[in-house]
């Protein structure tokens, strides 16, 4: 299985930061990789795949970008309903494994 | 519209047996894989597997092979998880989710998400 390690598990920033969260593959995915935003209680969103395509509906703020085995995903400007996790799952081979999650806090 | 409904919540004792349900709508129900993921409570998400409904091709994470059984009737255009022997270590939420894509194993991410199962499996 191709093992994917999202850094940092925990982040905490305020309204208007910018954030950065990377994910690192175990083996090269090329640029299969999909992003998600999770809130309590809730499914997951899809917000970026192909590591740099934004899903419809998703605001611009959001952006991926990377290929091979390092990828990141960027919050521009941090927004209140920002907060949450964040998933990534590499989408080049079964199993679709996911990262570990990095929870976004308000600081 | 597109939409995935599950089969509502249950509370079930170790040992016993349970099949959860995903029906799909609002689209060409055999023109996409439907795959399942499991969250355990405050923990992440976790790949089980995932079906086409067109073949009942199947692919299971190895973690979950053996433990669990993926189908899907077409006819009513809807997909199953099931355990034969629960355990408490099942207790968790199952999504099932559609991807965006699927093209010779490669997916494109999972736009669609049923709302959740959450299994509670205690003596």
């Known amino acids: 299985d191709i093992q994917m390690t999202q850094s940092p598990s925990s982040v905490s920033a305020s309204v208007g930061d910018r954030v950065t969260i ?15 935003q999770q809130k309590p ?52 081979s079964f199993p679709y494994t996911f990262g570990q999650g990095t929870k976004l806090e308000i600081k | ?66 433990q669990v059984t993926i189908s899907a009737d077409k006819s009513i255009t809807t997909a199953y998880l099931q355990w034969s022997s629960l355990m408490a270590s099942d207790t968790a939420m199952y999504y099932c989710a559609r991807p965006l894509t699927m093209v010779r194993g490669v997916m494109g991410g999972i736009d669609y998400w049923g709302q959740g199962t959450l299994v509670t499996v205690s003596s």
């Open chain 1, 41 to 92: 209680g809730k499914a997951p969103k899809l917000l970026i795949y192909a590591a740099s395509s934004l899903h419809s509906g998703v605001p611009s703020r959001f952006s991926g970008s990377g290929s091979g085995t390092d990828f990141t995903l960027t919050i521009s400007s941090l927004q209140p309903e920002d907060f949450a996790t964040y998933y990534c799952q590499q989408a080049n």
């Open chain 1, 22 to 36: 990377t994910c690192r593959a175990s083996q090269g995915i090329s640029s299969w990789l999909a992003w998600y």
């Open chain 2, 1 to 66: 519209e597109v939409q995935l409904v599950q089969s509502g919540a249950e509370v079930k004792k170790p040992g016993e047996s349970l099949k959860i349900s995903c029906k799909g709508s609002g689209y060409s129900f055999t023109s996409y894989w439907i795959g399942w993921v499991r969250q355990m409570p405050g923990k992440g998400l976790e790949w089980m597997g995932i079906i086409n409904p067109g073949d009942s091709d199947t692919r299971y994470s190895p973690s979950f092979r053996g």
